[in-house]
């Protein structure tokens, strides 16, 4: 079964992304579609003479990268197709897409037992390439709506020492938008200008505004960030001990040894699987403070795997109430990285064995 993935799980599957046509008797490349009432979105990828990929994404809560990938043939006007999985598993569930022009209608294929996945049925309306821009724009500003809402309820439910923290968050928020969206969109290639049109350069650069993929990548980074700022901070540290969290896909595990001395492993993977890092040291116990309900340590560690002039990272850890910030400098950054470290981490407790 290729199930429903949560709403604010950092996306791996691409959504397919290009000019719109008409599923017909000679099918294009890509044909798009649209389910208005339940806001979900269909994609048919021709892959050889018969072959077809199926790729459906929900959007009820903006942002989503929840998806549902298949593959099947195509015959006619009718595709027959079923999950994509890992090899030797069980497909599941087989259904048929039937449509033409202006809609396509997936059912499941008749004569199976206990069918699932459902939630793929249903009635589709092709939609145009402004009509998809359109949507996205609309996606990404519901988005940023729900992010600036969710920083004003916890500015006034999160408490004690927790309250301040949406606000520095909030400080930091277009920084971390600039760091996410240079790794995750990949702006247009630059078109080849018509000869009748003036000369401007050999090359007319394309404007993000005016690229669907644009806006949904600025939707997966806001849903990922109200989902980190919806959490109500319930659980508070007492000690250096435990698993911290930025909601981008960075991680820090934090133990303290009877010496006083702090074991700190940091990594991360941001938005795709190549710009990960991995960094890990001891902060000795003397330069553990603690003061006003404010722990703070610093360091410097070496990072593996890097040209030598990248190898030292100063770290700056701060510790206070349910969260976690860290800070680093660099005399040189790695050649072709964009991962990061720097940000607020949300607490948890040491899991038990």
């Given at each position: 079964?290729?199930?429903?993935?949560?709403?604010?799980?950092?996306?791996?599957?691409?959504?397919?992304?290009?000019?719109?046509?008409?599923?017909?008797?000679?099918?294009?490349?890509?044909?798009?579609f649209?389910?208005?009432?339940?806001m979900?979105?269909?994609?048919?990828?021709q892959?050889?003479?018969?072959?077809?990929?199926?790729?459906?994404?929900?959007?009820?809560e903006?942002?989503?990268?929840?998806?549902?990938?298949?593959?099947?043939?195509?015959?006619?006007?009718?595709?027959?197709?079923?999950?994509?999985?890992?090899?030797?598993?069980?497909?599941?569930?087989?259904?048929?897409?039937?449509?033409?022009?202006?809609?396509?209608?997936?059912?499941?294929?008749?004569?199976q037992?206990?069918?699932?996945d459902?939630?793929?049925?249903g009635?589709?309306?092709?939609?145009?390439?402004?009509?998809?821009?359109?949507?996205?724009?609309?996606?990404?500003?519901?988005?940023?709506?729900?992010?600036?809402?969710?920083?004003?309820?916890?500015?006034?439910?999160?408490?004690?020492?927790?309250?301040?923290?949406?606000?520095?968050?909030?400080?930091?928020?277009?920084?971390?938008?600039?760091?996410?969206?240079?790794?995750?969109?990949?702006?247009?290639?630059?078109?080849?200008?018509?000869?009748?049109?003036?000369?401007?350069?050999?090359?007319?650069?394309?404007?993000?505004?005016?690229?669907?993929?644009?806006?949904?990548?600025?939707?997966?980074?806001?849903?990922?960030?109200?989902?980190?700022?919806?959490?109500?901070?319930?659980?508070?540290?007492?000690?250096?001990?435990?698993?911290?969290?930025?909601?981008?896909?960075?991680?820090?595990?934090?133990?303290r040894?009877?010496?006083?001395?702090?074991?700190?492993?940091?990594?991360?993977?941001?938005?795709?699987?190549?710009?990960?890092?991995?960094?890990?040291g001891?902060?000795?116990?003397?330069?553990?403070?603690?003061?006003?309900?404010?722990?703070?340590?610093a360091a410097?560690?070496?990072?593996?795997?890097?040209?030598?002039?990248?190898?030292?990272?100063s770290?700056?850890?701060?510790?206070?109430?349910?969260?976690?910030?860290v800070?680093?400098?660099?005399?040189?950054?790695?050649?072709?990285?964009l991962?990061?470290?720097?940000?607020?981490?949300?607490?948890?407790?040491?899991?038990?064995?």
């Amino acid at each position: 079964m290729n199930s429903r993935l949560p709403p604010f799980q950092i996306p791996v599957l691409a959504l397919f992304l290009s000019v719109a046509h008409v599923w017909g008797a000679e099918p294009p490349k890509l044909a798009y579609f649209y389910d208005e009432e339940s806001m979900r979105y269909l994609t048919l990828r021709q892959t050889s003479a018969t072959g077809v990929e199926v790729a459906m994404r929900w959007a009820s809560e903006p942002g989503s990268t929840g998806m549902w990938t298949g593959q099947g043939n195509r015959k006619d006007n009718v595709t027959t197709f079923a999950a994509v999985v890992e090899e030797g598993q069980d497909r599941g569930t087989y259904f048929i897409a039937k449509g033409g022009e202006s809609k396509m209608e997936i059912l499941f294929k008749p004569g199976q037992k206990m069918p699932q996945d459902p939630g793929i049925l249903g009635i589709y309306r092709r939609v145009s390439d402004e009509k998809r821009l359109q949507l996205a724009r609309k996606e990404a500003q519901a988005a940023e709506e729900r992010l600036n809402t969710a920083l004003k309820e916890s500015a006034h439910t999160w408490s004690g020492m927790d309250k301040l923290v949406p606000a520095d968050w909030k400080a930091r928020w277009p920084v971390l938008l600039g760091r996410w969206m240079k790794i995750g969109y990949q702006p247009l290639e630059p078109q080849q200008v018509k000869p009748a049109q003036p000369v401007t350069g050999g090359k007319e650069t394309p404007s993000a505004e005016k690229d669907v993929n644009y806006w949904l990548k600025l939707a997966q980074a806001r849903a990922v960030a109200y989902g980190f700022i919806q959490q109500m901070p319930v659980l508070k540290s007492s000690s250096w001990d435990g698993e911290y969290d930025d909601g981008f896909g960075g991680h820090v595990s934090i133990r303290r040894a009877k010496d006083g001395k702090l074991r700190v492993n940091l990594n991360c993977t941001r938005v795709i699987e190549n710009q990960g890092a991995d960094l890990a040291g001891q902060i000795p116990a003397e330069a553990v403070k603690s003061k006003n309900d404010e722990d703070t340590a610093a360091a410097v560690f070496n990072e593996a795997d890097v040209p030598e002039d990248a190898k030292e990272v100063s770290i700056m850890l701060k510790r206070k109430g349910g969260f976690l910030w860290v800070e680093t400098k660099r005399k040189a950054s790695p050649p072709g990285s964009l991962s990061w470290f720097d940000g607020i981490y949300r607490w948890s407790p040491v899991p038990v064995e």
